[in-house]
C-alpha cells in the first residue's frame, strides 16, 4: 500500500526561527535561520522515512484563516509573527519545490485545512503519516492514518490519541469545543476543563449526544450534574462554534493527484539557483544526495 507523508511545515519553521541564531543570513543579509533549520529537518525526515509521495503545507498567514470572517478573536491573542519570520515562508515553499516534492499554501486556508483536503481528495486505499506538532491534526487518526512529529519523537495512532486525550480520533472536534484551546484562541464552555469534556464524551458519545441530554443532567438533582447543565446552557452557542472553529476544512482549493505528490528528487538547477539565494551551500550535498 502507498504511504503518503504530508508535512505541516509551520512548527518546523517556528522551531527553527527560535532555535537557531538569527546570524543565519542570506548573501544579502537576509535572516534565513527559519528555512535553514526547517530544510534540515525535511531532509533528514525524508532519509529517514524513505518516502516515495509526500507534500508539504504551509500557513500562509501564522495568525489567521477564513476562521476570522466569522469569528475575529480566533488566534488574535498570539503576538504578531516577526516579519522576518514571515519572509521566510517563501524561500520555503521554493526549497520544497526545488526537492522535488508538492508544496501547498493558500490565502484563506491553514495548513491543517490543505493536509484534510488532500486526504480527502486521494484513493481510500492509501495510508497516510501527518507530520506535524498540531493536537488538532489527531480529528483526521484512523486505521490509516497516524499523526508523528519526529523532534518529540511522538506517535499517534487511534489508540494512542485515547490514552492521551481520553475520546477518540472521531471526537476531538467535540472535545475542543467543549475544552476549547488557548493556544487558538477557542474559547469552549466556561467552566468545562479536558478531563471533564472526556467524561461527557465517554457518556454520550459527541457534543449533540451531551445537549440532548443537559435537561436530564438538570432533572438528576445531583448538585454536580445541575451545576455541570448550567455551564453547558450558558455557552450552548459558544460550543458549537468552537467545535466548528476546531474542524478542519476540507475544501481548500487546490488540486491534488497522487501522481503529483511523488517525490520527484532535487532538481539541480533550481537547488543551485534557491540554495545559492540563500547561502545554504553546505546544506546542498544532504538534499541531493537523496536523489
Wanted: proline share 5%; hydrophobic share 45%; glycine share 6%.
Amino acid at each position: 500500500m502507498t504511504t503518503v507523508h504530508l508535512i505541516d511545515a509551520s512548527p518546523y519553521l517556528f522551531r527553527a526561527w527560535f532555535s537557531l541564531p538569527r546570524t543565519i543570513v542570506d548573501p544579502a543579509g537576509k535572516p534565513v535561520n527559519a528555512v535553514y533549520g526547517f530544510t534540515s529537518f525535511l531532509a533528514k525526515y525524508l532519509a529517514d522515512t524513505h518516502a516515495t509521495h509526500a507534500a508539504i503545507a504551509f500557513d500562509r498567514h501564522f495568525n489567521g484563516s477564513f476562521r476570522n470572517e466569522f469569528y475575529p478573536p480566533y488566534k488574535a491573542q498570539r503576538e504578531a509573527s516577526p516579519p522576518e519570520l514571515d519572509a521566510q515562508v517563501d524561500p520555503a515553499v521554493e526549497v520544497v519545490q526545488a526537492m522535488g516534492l508538492a508544496a501547498f499554501i493558500d490565502e484563506r486556508f491553514e495548513a491543517d485545512d490543505l493536509i484534510a483536503t488532500v486526504i480527502d481528495r486521494i484513493d481510500d486505499d492509501i495510508e497516510f503519516v501527518i507530520v506535524s506538532s498540531d493536537k488538532d491534526l489527531a480529528q483526521l487518526v484512523c486505521d490509516r492514518i497516524v499523526l508523528v512529529d519526529p523532534a518529540r519523537e511522538l506517535r499517534f495512532d487511534a489508540d494512542a490519541v485515547v490514552a492521551k486525550f481520553g475520546v477518540r480520533p472521531e471526537q476531538m472536534t467535540d472535545f475542543l469545543g467543549l475544552a476549547g484551546d488557548s493556544v487558538d484562541n477557542i474559547p469552549g464552555v466556561r467552566g468545562i476543563g479536558p478531563k471533564t469534556a472526556a467524561q461527557l464524551l465517554q457518556r454520550y458519545g459527541s457534543l449533540e449526544g451531551i445537549y440532548e441530554n443537559v435537561a436530564a443532567m438538570r432533572r438528576s438533582l445531583v448538585r454536580s450534574e445541575m451545576t455541570l447543565a448550567s455551564k453547558l446552557e450558558a455557552d450552548v452557542e459558544m460550543a458549537g462554534l468552537s467545535k466548528r472553529l476546531a474542524t478542519v476544512a476540507r475544501n481548500a482549493p487546490i488540486e491534488v493527484t497522487l501522481d503529483a505528490l511523488v517525490c520527484r528528487g532535487p532538481d539541480d538547477a533550481r537547488i543551485d539557483d534557491v540554495f545559492g539565494r540563500l547561502g545554504f551551500g553546505n546544506l546542498r550535498q544532504r538534499v541531493t544526495a537523496r536523489g
